[in-house]
């Protein structure tokens, strides 16, 4: 396996002065391809914001992020930095952030217009990754006429339409029941292990657990465990 | 089987479309808001057209390359005297081929019915036809040969009392009588022209018969112009020499910029532009701040803000698009019935063309509020 991403002794600070607020505080740790990482924390504990570095979104306060070994610029413009997350990164909400006015496959494709992708091959790309996760008959369908599960599906069809080496999913599994959390999940989890994406995923949620090839753990902005599960199958 | 239009079209076009079909009460409050715009700046810009072609009209419509005017002459409706040997004096200038009178006087109408309108006689020379009413629906021109005989613009003959041809009136208390109708010879001044020989037209008005108005003058094949003007101005001295052109364009910047009636039409065309600008600029705010969360996520998914920009730009264009669409029907309606008016609203090809230029830009600076909110807009919050 080899690090798509690397923090190096990362801090993010909020705010000066008396108001200051640290989130972050001196993260190093690399995130591997084909394995799906859980990202475990009390509330507050600096998990969005370690999300939020990984996926070029914000830039830290001192440390260096390296991604595919060479580092990124302290001082990244936003465009860079938006073209890096455009290039590289899927992100995957909490609440889909699906766009309401658009189709299923309309959502997907959008992903891919905003690479550029040809017109003309758009909507035979949407359907075909709908297919794959099991929505080729939700394909015509809006937003409000899906499931909470299809939408996250929806929602990660849409992430990996521009192909990224990275998928951050943040609490992905929070708004859907048991079953289909866990179904999500799984699906999560083969992303990382068949197509060789390094998967992100920020949690509260026990059932999402047993699918994670390596677990970390932060308290108070710091990085405090580092484990790989055993488990025979999932 | 036929593809849907969402996949032939663009992620940015699909979004505006979709932006604004999906929140339709405001979608048809925008498309109204540039349809009145439209309509406003329509229809003032073509009554300014109108106008510009109404105080020229007279000029536009002879064959003259130069027109000589008493010196001091601003628009072809006012204008001093001048002695008929400037016409000799004219036509001794090479390359002058020849000069024609035209007579421009206001005189008094006395309708059969007893009341009396303010006109402006125009005299001009038959034989060459310099100066002739156009438009003629009903009647001869060669008729105006008799003593009385007078041409007037339906569109005046109820303001002058006339129902019918041969109807006799009186012209400063000389008698006249209608050989024939015009139609669309509108004047700016509200004194209809009424059209007579030179001859005819000096005795309505108290000229004396080697005294005119205006020479027009034809130029030689192959003269040169402006040497010919410069001559003539040298020769002639104390008039003004003018080519047709000119003397057109200086009939309406009389009226329309030193009277200041152009002005009051350009300001209210500005008010209805500046109306369009903040309908169209709130009501796509409005919507921009509802999608707040779409935008951000588009920006979280790593599009630039020049694609964000198109959405917002784009729906600008498709607003007007309908606005400027329905806008140009109200106008082209009022347009048609001003055909029957003595006031024309003009609305030549090129016109609409500025129109739909200028409905693009007040809604692309409408835009601009949107823009500047979606540029600022933090990725991060898609996290909250």
């Known amino acids: 396996m080899s690090a798509v991403l690397a923090l190096e002794q990362i801090g993010v600070v909020y705010g000066q002065g008396a108001t200051a607020f640290t989130a972050l505080q001196d993260i190093s740790l690399e995130i591997e391809a084909g394995e799906m990482t859980l990202l475990l924390g009390p509330s507050g504990s ?43 990164v899927g992100f995957v909400f909490q609440h889909y952030n699906l766009f309401p006015t658009l189709k299923a496959w309309e959502n997907v494709a959008i992903a891919l217009d905003i690479k550029a992708v040809p017109r003309s091959s758009q909507r035979q790309l949407a359907l075909a990754l709908l297919e794959r996760l099991g929505l080729g008959d939700r394909a015509e369908h809006y937003p409000s006429e899906l499931s909470g599960g299809q939408k996250q599906r929806v929602a990660i069809a849409r992430a990996l339409a521009g192909k990224p080496r990275i998928l951050l999913a943040d609490e992905p599994t929070a708004a859907l029941d048991g079953k289909t959390g866990q179904s999500v999940a799984a699906t999560l989890h083969g992303l990382a292990r068949d197509e060789g994406v390094a998967v992100v995923v920020v949690s509260h949620d026990p059932r999402v657990e047993p699918f994670g090839d390596r677990v970390l753990h932060l308290e108070d902005g710091r990085l405090v465990g580092d484990r790989r599960p055993q488990r025979s199958s999932v | 089987m036929t593809e849907p239009y969402a996949a032939r079209v663009s992620g940015t076009s699909l979004l505006a479309w979709r932006n604004l079909s999906h929140d339709r009460a405001r979608f048809v409050v925008t498309l109204v808001g540039v349809l009145f715009a439209v309509l406003l700046m329509g229809v003032e810009l073509g009554l300014l057209l109108g106008f510009a072609r109404t105080t020229s009209g007279l000029v536009d419509h002879t064959a003259a390359d130069l027109w ?95 129902t019918a041809l041969g109807q006799t009136v009186e012209i400063n208390n000389h008698r006249a009588r209608v050989v024939g109708f015009t139609q669309g010879i509108r004047t700016f001044t509200q004194s209809p022209y009424v059209f007579a020989t030179h001859r005819n037209a000096q005795r309505f008005t108290f000229f004396r018969p080697d005294q005119t108005t205006y020479l027009l003058v034809r130029l030689q094949a192959g003269a040169d112009a402006a040497g010919v003007r410069a001559a003539l101005q040298a020769r002639l001295g104390r008039v003004d020499v003018w080519f047709a052109a000119d003397f057109a ?63 917002i730009l784009k729906q600008a264009a498709i607003s007007a698009v309908f606005g400027f669409s329905g806008g140009m029907l109200l106008v082209a309606l009022v347009v048609a019935a001003s055909a029957g008016s003595t006031v024309a609203v003009a609305m030549p090809l090129g016109l609409v063309g500025v129109l739909a230029l200028l409905t693009l830009c007040m809604c692309a600076l409408g835009a601009l509020v949107s823009i500047r909110r979606i540029t600022r807009i933090d990725p991060t919050s898609v996290f909250q």
Not at chain 2, 117 to 130: D, I, T, W, Y
């Open chain 1, 46 to 88: 600096g998990k969005t914001s370690l999300l939020q570095i990984m996926g070029c979104l914000l830039r830290p306060t001192r440390g260096r992020v390296h991604l595919f070994g060479n580092p990124l610029a302290s001082g990244l413009a936003v465009e860079a930095m938006a073209a890096l997350r455009l290039a590289h």
């Open chain 2, 68 to 162: 000589i005017t008493p010196a001091g002459t601003t628009n072809v409706d006012i204008a001093g005297r001048l002695d008929e040997r400037r016409r000799f004096e004219a036509l001794a200038v090479p390359g002058v081929a020849s000069v024609d009178m035209l007579m421009m006087q206001f005189a008094f109408w006395r309708k059969p019915d007893g009341g009396t309108e303010s006109v402006s006689m125009v005299g001009f020379n038959l034989a060459s036809g310099q100066g002739r009413p156009w438009n003629l629906v009903e009647g001869r021109v060669e008729d105006l040969q008799q003593d009385d005989a007078v041409i007037i613009d339906q569109l005046y003959a109820g303001k002058l009392g006339v």
């Open chain 2, 249 to 311: 364009r200086a009939a309406q910047r009389y009226w329309l910029i030193t009277t200041g009636a152009g002005s009051a039409l350009l300001l209210a065309a500005l008010l209805g532009l500046v109306v369009g600008i903040v309908i169209v600029g709130q009501t796509l705010y409005a919507t921009t701040v509802d999608r707040l969360p779409e935008y951000a996520t588009l920006r979280a998914m790593g599009a630039p803000n020049r694609y964000l920009h198109r959405v």
